[in-house]
């Protein structure tokens, strides 16, 4: 069962615009998103996060909302820069197994010049 | 502190052959974190531990894998007599006690059971 789904395998985008990712979850127990950002040969790196509390959280061009009505996460970057082309996980945990995170299957961002 | 350390990078195996794995996390994070990530999905949680005890282990950890952190510092993962199925990318992580679940991941071990 996929608790954690990124439906976009693949989003392009041009430089300067905005990125947005989308992320469902079918879990109500979580209570804590997190995004991931991977590189090729390198391990997922940890990008911004939200609580179940909040419904958005800013960290210069990273803004994550968290709908929970709707089960519905999105990541937007704005601007979009060359350096954002990579994989991008979102991930998320509840009160039960707290330390574990349960992985979307991840989506290639690719900002073209 | 270079992060977290794994080793090998890669690892190339007959199938039936154990193989093992190491991880060394940052050194002041008390816990530390299996994941195995296979082609196009998202990393899959295995195991973790806080300091040397073993505290959560998924039920896709089969009796042929076993992990240790002895002394709470470095672990290993060891597969045994290992299957094409087993082929993918294991990954380590560290977090600090008071780190809200976003960990430090390391650069993984892609193993290949042929």
């Known amino acids: 069962d996929q608790q954690v789904k990124q439906n976009s395998p693949s989003l392009s985008v041009q430089e300067g615009r905005i990125s947005i990712l989308n992320c469902d979850y079918t879990n109500s127990m979580f209570d804590y998103f997190l995004w991931y950002k991977k590189y090729p040969a390198e391990g997922p790196t940890f990008l911004i996060s939200?609580?179940?509390?909040?419904d958005k959280n800013e960290d210069g061009r990273f803004t994550v909302f968290l709908n929970k009505s709707a089960k519905h996460l999105s990541l937007h970057i704005v601007p979009s820069q060359p350096g954002d082309s990579a994989v991008y996980f979102c991930?998320?945990?509840?009160?039960?197994?707290?330390?574990?995170?349960?992985f979307g299957q991840g989506t290639r961002l690719t900002i073209n010049p | 502190d270079t992060g977290v350390s794994q080793d090998p990078r890669h690892k190339i195996t007959k199938r039936g052959q154990n193989v093992t794995f190491r991880c060394d996390p940052i050194s002041e994070h008390n816990r530390l974190y299996w994941y195995r990530q296979t082609l196009g999905q998202g990393p899959e949680f295995l195991t973790y531990f806080q300091n040397e005890a073993q505290l959560e282990k998924s039920r896709l950890l089969s009796d042929r894998f076993s992990a240790e952190r002895p002394k709470g510092s470095f672990s290993t993962l060891e597969i045994q007599r290992t299957e094409q199925g087993d082929s993918a990318m294991y990954l380590c992580?560290?977090?600090?006690?008071?780190?809200?679940?976003?960990?430090?991941f390391g650069s993984g071990t892609r193993l290949t059971v042929v």
């Open positions: 992580a560290s977090s600090l006690l008071r780190t809200k679940r976003s960990y430090t």
């Open positions: 939200i609580s179940s509390i909040k």
């Open positions: 991930a998320a945990s509840g009160l039960q197994g707290a330390q574990k995170l349960v």
